[in-house]
């Protein structure tokens, strides 16, 4: 943190205003509304959110990996200033693991099961640089495995062949590849044991202060993401409901719903806590409220909440929350 | 992968001796045999003992049962399936070497082309799912797949061959041309089997054009395909190294049991255009209660069932490194 702090803070990817609909029947649903945050260099960005929010959504939109019937309805996504929405195909394959790597929520079933890990790292490489003679991948495709603690004799092996962790380091190991900037992480433990998490937590971090990228980190897991997050956003049946730094996020919440995430989670030091949880069920999107989408389910609403939907209110330049409460 | 291989093997082995006994046991658990075809054809011509004579003569061996099966097997293995009863003396061996090579032509070729045209419009197809291709090309093509072959056939047939006058009508090639390694007859053989060919390939490529887009459009949702576009592969790749060489995989079982029903499959069409081909030949043994010749037959679709198989496993063995130990 201090060190980021010295470092001055330069914007990698801004995200403005970023509508996502699917196309469900004649309806249009808005998996993610109007959300705008940046990531810094070097810096490690948490979203969080419970399942459905919207969240990988939002982040397969940010490589323009969204799938039909989703579609992009609105706003900005800008990578070094410029905007990657409007990429056409050849700028967006260049960009795409180059600039920004992403790792998939399911490590089991994002390596092809029909052809080795080698080629698997090597075919990365040459679609990006193709000058690069066989020995030289191979050289790079061994350094890589090392880099993340697989024995490089593994390297002509099958995804099959490999447990579940070590998938996910292989995994790792290819969105190393080109040394993106960007490594955009969906839930990337969330099919290993808590050992086997700890343990590639502990790597990224590593390999994080020997690379310098910066991560986006979605997850439901908020104490995962306390330990290695610089700031973490929420969101909340699409929107961005608080951002702030990480710290700020865990212990002194201002939204409803982060203190209701928050108490979810038992902490670790300190007092012990019945855990509380947030009642209800998720919004329905078929039908969204006037007012705030978290009206129904929040401890504290007030009459204007179910009239109005309130703004996202600074209060302070680093925290952010969208709560009626907070105005 | 030798231990893989072996039990296959093995269990070829078996099937083919349980596939050969069955053949050997239902001609005689049928009622009748030629032999009182012919006696009753005669209509008391025929002395019982001229019958006997006859039987001999034709390799009926005579005995008990497991010394007709043991003769039966040493037949087999060594290649003397003993003579047809419709073309005697000829051995029934020389009839299906006779007919195999154009069966195995036109049904081979066939396959090959609907196999090639029908993967690479199924993948396009699946790619482009929802455009115009998937959803008037491929239908239609699916359509006339739907129709019985022996109507597309005929139809064809008549068509531009009949009315048209565009192509023969019938055989293998122009018996004035002399058969050998000439260009003439090359041309020949080609120019005969076109409308056989064009009617299997018409027939035959819908069903692989769906079979290949359905694997596909199921391997485009995984996950590593959406991993392989995040990597910035070209989409050829993508589409070749990540969707269509896992989507091919269910297709090599159907292609296994195409390449076997080559040698049976192709009995209308060989009818319909007169092909000199072993469907041709089948029917003409079940019509004369050929039982040499029926029996031949049937051994050689065994063995093109097995070598199939045998095949498709090897296949299955190089694609997916999953059944590698």
């Known amino acids: 943190m201090t060190e980021l702090a010295n470092q001055q803070a330069e914007t990698l990817l801004d995200i403005r205003g ?21 990531v810094n260099k070097g810096e490690t960005v948490g979203l969080a959110g419970e399942s459905g929010c919207g969240k990988s959504t939002l982040a397969f939109a940010l490589a323009k990996l969204h799938k039909p019937p989703a579609l992009i309805a609105e706003g900005e996504v800008l990578y070094k200033g410029r905007d990657v929405l409007s990429f056409d195909d050849e700028e967006l394959r260049r960009f795409r693991w180059k600039e920004t790597s992403v790792v998939f929520q399911s490590a089991m079933n994002c390596l092809n099961p029909v052809i080795s890990v080698n080629a698997q790292i090597c075919d990365v490489l040459s679609a990006h640089h193709p000058e690069m003679n066989r020995g030289e991948l191979q050289d790079r495709a061994r350094e890589l495995l090392k880099v993340v603690g697989i024995h490089p004799d593994r390297l002509d092996q099958y995804p099959h062949q490999f447990s579940g962790g070590m998938r996910q380091r292989a995994v790792l190991a290819i969105s190393l590849a080109l040394k993106p900037q960007l490594i955009i992480m969906d839930e990337p433990t969330t099919a290993l044991d808590v050992v086997v998490e700890r343990e590639i937590m502990d790597q990224l971090s590593e390999l994080k202060k020997q690379f310098g990228f910066s991560i986006l980190l979605i997850s439901h897991d908020l104490s995962l993401m306390g330990e290695i997050t610089d700031r973490i956003a929420v969101m909340y049946a699409g929107k961005l409901v608080e951002i702030a730094p990480s710290e700020e996020v865990l212990f002194n919440p201002q939204h409803p719903y982060t203190k209701g995430l928050v108490n979810s989670f038992p902490h670790l030091l300190g007092e012990k806590k019945e855990l509380t949880g947030i009642s209800g069920n998720p919004l329905n999107l078929y039908s969204p409220p006037a007012g705030c989408y978290f009206e129904e389910r929040c401890p504290e609403r007030i009459e204007r909440c179910k009239s109005t939907d309130p703004a996202l209110i600074t209060l302070n330049p680093q925290h952010k929350a969208k709560c009626h409460l907070l105005g | 992968m030798g231990r893989f291989l072996g039990s296959r093997l093995l269990f070829y082995i078996a099937a083919f001796m349980v596939a050969v006994t069955f053949n050997f046991v239902l001609p005689r658990m049928m009622p009748g045999d030629p032999f009182e075809i012919m006696f009753a054809a005669a209509q008391g011509k025929i002395q019982p003992e001229q019958m006997a004579v006859l039987k001999e003569q034709f390799g009926f061996v005579a005995g008990p049962w497991h010394v007709q099966y043991w003769d039966y097997i040493k037949g087999i293995f060594s290649g003397d399936l003993g003579p047809s009863l419709t073309y005697y003396p000829t051995p029934v061996t020389e009839i299906i070497s006779g007919a195999l090579p154009w069966t195995v032509f036109l049904a081979g070729t066939s396959t090959l082309i609907c196999l090639f045209i029908g993967i690479l419009l199924g993948i396009f197809s699946a790619y482009n799912r929802g455009g115009k291709f998937d959803s008037i090309v491929a239908p239609a093509l699916a359509f006339i797949g739907a129709f019985p072959q022996m109507v597309s056939a005929m139809l064809i047939l008549f068509g531009l061959g009949v009315i048209l006058n565009w192509f023969p009508v019938g055989y293998g ?24 060919l064009l009617t299997m390939i018409i027939c035959g490529i819908g069903g692989w054009l769906f079979l290949m887009r359905n694997s596909m459009i199921n391997t485009l949702g995984e996950d590593y395909i959406t991993m392989g576009k995040a990597k910035g592969l070209s989409t050829r790749r993508v589409m070749i190294n990540y969707a269509a060489r896992n989507a091919a995989l269910p297709v090599v079982t159907a292609v296994a049991m195409a390449l076997s029903f080559v040698v049976a499959g192709a009995l209308i069409i060989e009818l319909i255009y007169n092909y000199p081909g072993l469907g041709n030949e089948m029917l003409g043994a079940v019509a004369s209660r050929d039982y040499p010749l029926l029996q031949g037959l049937l051994l050689i679709i065994v063995v093109c069932v097995l070598t199939a198989n045998f095949i498709a496993d090897l296949a299955y063995f190089w694609l997916d490194p999953r059944l590698r130990k």
């Open chain 2, 173 to 196: 090639y122009n018996p004035d041309v002399d058969a050998g390694w000439t260009l003439e007859f090359f041309m020949s053989v080609a120019y005969h089997a076109a409308l056989p």
């Open chain 1, 18 to 38: 970023l509508s996502v609909e699917y196309l469900v029947g004649d309806a249009r649903l808005r998996a993610v509304d109007k959300v705008s945050f940046t």
